[in-house]
């Protein structure tokens, strides 16, 4: 997470956004981190009781209830485990909290470096073949 800033940047840089946009993804950002770094242990034991315990960047770990490769353990932004779909970065919807996600999904922070609503693991949860470049997993 040492980097996120740079992600952000990178990530405002690659999009078309206007200003009011740009602040949000900043804030969302800024929030998240926040948040992330001010209550690690209490997020880090609630995922540990879900089964997940890695939560770094590029060590997310397959979901151990779910036979789906395509499916990891993402920590939510109330710091209780999530099992989510992989995506590309960029294709989720971004999100400051759980309300502005769609029913299926949870507002969380991936390697993506924004804050993006994260689809619920199911059965037909698949990464496509022709994505090109980074993954919410870092994988």
Known sequence: MANWFDQVTKTLADRKLDRRQAMKTIAGTVAGVALASY?????????KKHGCSVQACGTYTNCPKDKNTNCYCFAQLNGSAGCGCDYACGSAPQCINGTQCPKGYYC???CCGTMDCVQKCNKTCTLSSSHVGKTASGH
């Open 39 to 47: 209550l690690p242990e209490t997020a880090l034991a609630k995922v």
């Open 108 to 110: 969380s922070i991936t």
